[in-house]
Nanobody, 123 residues
Framework: VQLQASGGGLVEAGNSLRLSCTAS????????VAWFRRAPGKEREFVSA????????YYADSVKGRFTMSRDNSKNTVYLQMNSLKPEDTALYYC?????????????????WGQGTQVTVSS
């Protein structure tokens, strides 16, 4: 499956962005999808994930209550709605897919990765 992340940009703190991850090539509904991010000078970290069947979502503590993940299988797309953005949310955001996945926080569970979309939050 090929993944294309989009929707990043430059926003002021407190504002919102919605990221999209669009898949092609396979039955998208069979995949768990996660968002990870890498801030400058830091390792890539888990942000959120959605399971392949139950649509249960998981979030890192740092984004819980501000970010919401959803999916529209008819459009082969997963969304990450990011509200109340903070400067510390500045990072390159990647989406990743895991066949029949449970929504793991571990990068090595994901077989397919998108190219990343940059989110920059100014203070």
């Amino acid at each position: 499956v090929q993944l294309q992340a989009s929707g990043g940009g430059l926003v002021e703190a407190g504002n919102s962005l919605r990221l999209s991850c669009t898949a092609s090539g396979r039955t998208f509904s069979n995949y768990a999808v996660a968002w990870f991010r890498r801030a400058p000078g830091k390792e890539r970290e888990f942000v959120s994930a959605i399971r392949w069947r139950a649509y249960t979502t998981y979030y890192a503590d740092s984004v819980k209550g501000r970010f919401t993940m959803s999916r529209d299988n008819s459009k082969n797309t997963v969304y990450l709605q990011m509200n109340s953005l903070k400067p510390e949310d500045t990072a390159l955001y990647y989406c990743a897919a895991d066949l029949y996945g449970s929504g793991s926080e571990k990068e090595n569970q994901y077989q397919y990765w998108g190219q990343g979309t940059q989110v920059t939050v100014s203070s």
